[in-house]
């Protein structure tokens, strides 16, 4: 009875007990197993009369309480006096975990249900190495929540050997039962029937297939996935988590309608799924798989769905249906990570605001992550440049009409003034909040990479489709359910805030810390080759705003567009399979491009040709210009080309030349690149 789901117990101590505790004992447990809780608290209750030190009767007796109505806050509280009563918890101590290995249970079982993932994997590392002397039935499921523990915390190594122990348990109960009516014989019964050994087996064997290919999904492994998922169907094909997982697995090789097939074909007849609630899993991943498509209004109505199932299950909401009870713990409450999901999609929906306050909702979890510390300053930087288009696009054209009659004239129209950096109380989608948003992102990161340089390494079924990088050492702190910082994440990551830096440093007008960062960009190693671009755009801008027009153009040179994809130059991590790294949540296209090569050339070309413009070296300008080829009329390149051309007629003195050009594009539409 002392296990917290109602699969374990502490027999008592016939050797050291009188007959009438051994009968008390027997009759508490027995009352325990068929579901009368209160009568076994009673009997429970009896027998501490008889002995009030007993650690094990005052475990019991807080278990059945709690099965009996009571609070799981008095069940903690004994459950840690129990076993600082019994455990010593010095490392030379260890062997006295085999003794209370159902009490560290339990008490895991509670941390984990509090999301106090380090505590519960502490208690549970103890016990693991004295595994061999602990219950077969007690150790299986002292494994099975310590993989579970290593999966959410991403330490794919620590599960291995965890698997590789229950392998050896599977193989043992496999022979087990070949053998199971002659071992019945010699035991006198004590051993479980072939019947019930083949069904034990087979359940051990689905979690095994089902943990191995949680762990290559999160290693990208992805063809070693493919085996252990169809092996789990073999078993079980209307089983929701091996469901969950092939969807999954479809999700990672972008082969969406499938994902969302499989999704739909899970029996929705069990509300639960390993303590998680299936219609969060099944709205959350549904919305995931319509993000990738680029379909965010859909995606942003299934993520409301599974905010609102959430709600529901924390208690925070009336439930529809009264004959089943909601989960109510922290683990299943998963709104922080829904929250999360639900503002990157506003992000991309251009819905700053409604992103940004999303964002700042998950702070109280994800506070320690410099991830969510850049999406809100891209909050930020997606409202100042949505805002500059605007004002941008409320005039006509590029020329405006002055004047009237014979006085009329056309003036190429003003410009947008940027954000300058005056004082007061900041705009919270300021590019002022911007920077202070990615200066504390930078300084997690750079805290992070020393944590991981100075010490040496270490989802549920359903939970959001995370890939993680093959080297699993991460510096998120522990204890947390996040999707950690990999180290191989951090390269990345620093280019994405340096070039956000950069960017919202040039908005307001600080050319110098703009230079500084596009210039730590550049310099760092395989920085993903668009943002490498950005790097030589913010550099040649912020060069020209502190005069240095000949430095400039060095950093303008059409040789500068390389390999635009935005994928790091690395080699992939999990076999020929792999899918790609951690930056799935910054493009929808995973494998897509922000920038093709042709578009990328006449942005540097046009912004060579302004800077030679800018040392009236008026030939090298003509000929930049001449370079780029036809643009689309209305779109911001076009517009730009088209003032140049205007700027070298007007300086050669040829007047008929720019009265033509401002003709033909006074009435151009406005459209967007």
């Known amino acids: 009875m002392s296990d917290k789901s109602g699969g374990g117990s ?11 505790y051994q009968e008390l004992a027997g009759k508490a447990f027995n009352q325990f197993e068929a579901g009368k809780y209160g009568d076994a608290v009673q009997s429970l209750l009896e027998l501490q009369k008889q002995d009030a030190s007993d650690t094990k009767i005052a475990h019991n007796l807080a278990v059945a309480q709690m099965y009996a109505g009571g609070s799981v806050n008095k069940l903690y509280d004994v459950l840690k006096a129990s076993r600082a009563a019994g455990v010593d918890e010095s490392e030379d101590a260890e062997e006295d975990e085999s003794e209370t290995a159902v ?41 099975l929540l310590l993989l579970d523990l290593y999966i959410v915390q991403h330490r794919p190594e620590k599960a291995a050997l965890v698997l590789q122990y229950l392998e050896r348990l599977a193989s043992a109960g496999a022979q087990a039962t070949d053998g199971g009516s002659a071992d019945d014989k010699k035991s006198g019964g004590q051993q479980l029937s072939t019947t019930d050994g083949g069904a034990a087996a087979d359940v051990l064997k689905f979690q095994l297939h089902q943990y191995r290919a949680r762990l290559h999904v999160m290693t990208r492994s992805m063809k070693a996935c493919k085996r252990e998922i169809k092996s789990a169907l073999n078993l ?25 097939k499989l999704l739909n074909s899970c029996p929705k007849t069990v509300p639960h799924i390993s303590g998680q609630s299936l219609a969060v899993m099944y ?5 995931a798989v319509h993000f990738q498509m680029g379909k965010y209004s859909l995606a942003s109505l299934y993520y409301g769905k599974a905010i609102q199932a959430n709600e529901i299950e924390a208690g925070r909401a009336p439930l529809p249906d009264k004959a ?10 998963r709104i922080f990570e829904l929250l999360y999901n639900q503002g990157l999609n506003y992000l991309f929906l251009g819905e700053s605001a409604r992103a940004l306050q999303c964002f700042k909702a998950t702070q109280l979890l994800f506070s320690h992550n410099p991830r969510l510390w850049l999406r809100m300053a891209e909050c930020c930087v997606r409202h100042y440049a949505e805002k500059d288009e605007k004002a941008r696009a409320d005039l006509p054209g590029s020329f405006i009409k002055v004047g009237t009659s014979q006085n009329a004239k056309t003036v190429v129209r003003a410009e947008t003034s940027r954000q300058g950096s005056g004082s007061g109380e900041l705009d919270p989608l300021s590019l002022q909040t911007a920077i202070l ?22 989802s549920p079924p359903g939970s959001p489709p995370v890939a993680a990088a093959g080297d699993s050492s991460a510096f998120a702190l522990p204890g947390t359910f996040r999707s950690p910082v990999q180290e191989g994440d951090v390269p990345v990551l620093r280019c994405h805030i340096l070039a956000s830096l950069a960017y919202a ?17 550049l310099a760092m190693p395989n920085c993903p080759g668009h943002l490498k671009f950005l790097g030589h755009l913010y550099a040649a801008e912020s060069l020209i705003g502190q005069g240095k027009v000949s430095l400039a153009v060095n950093h303008l040179a059409p040789e500068n567009v390389g390999d635009l994809s935005a994928a790091p130059v690395t080699a992939s991590v999990g076999g020929d399979d792999a899918a790609g790294d951690d930056e799935n949540e910054d493009s929808p296209a995973a494998s897509g491009q922000v920038f093709t090569a042709e578009s990328a ?13 800018m040392r009236s070296d008026l030939e090298r300008a003509a000929k930049a210009l001449g370079q780029v080829g036809p643009l689309q009329t209305g779109t911001t390149a076009h517009r730009q080309a088209t003032l140049l051309t205007l700027y070298l007629a007007l300086s050669r003195g040829d007047t008929t030349a720019a009265a033509d050009i401002i003709l033909r594009n006074k009435n151009a539409p406005t459209r967007r690149a």
């Not at 249970?105 to 595994?131: G, I, P, T, W």
């Not at 089943?324 to 409450?333: E, I, M, Q, S, Y």
């Not at 050339?601 to 413009?613: P, R």
């Open 103 to 143: 009490l560290s249970y339990n008490l895991a079982v509670l941390h984990y249900e509090r999301r106090e993932f380090s505590a519960a994997e502490a208690l549970l590392d103890r016990v693991f190495k004295v595994v061999e002397a602990v219950e077969e039935s007690v150790a299986r499921r002292i494994c």
């Open 601 to 613: 050339k006449v942005t540097l070309l046009l912004n060579l040709a302004a800077a030679y413009c």
């Open 324 to 333: 089943r009870k909601p989960l109510k713990t922290p683990v299943a409450d």
């Open 283 to 287: 709205y959350n991943n549904l919305a």
């Open 437 to 458: 948003y990615l200066n504390n992102a930078l300084a997690l990161l750079t805290r992070g990479s020393e944590r991981t340089d100075a010490v040496s390494p270490s």
């Open 236 to 260: 079980s094909n209307q089983s929701a988590t091996a469901l969950f997982l092939k969807s999954n697995f479809e999700f990672t090789r972008r082969n969406y309608r499938k994902a969302i």
């Open 505 to 521: 440093h040039l908005g307001t007008s600080n050319a110098l810390e703009a230079f500084r960062y596009a210039e730590e960009l």
């Open 10 to 20: 502490d027999p008592p101590d016939g050797g050291q007990k009188p007959r009438y």
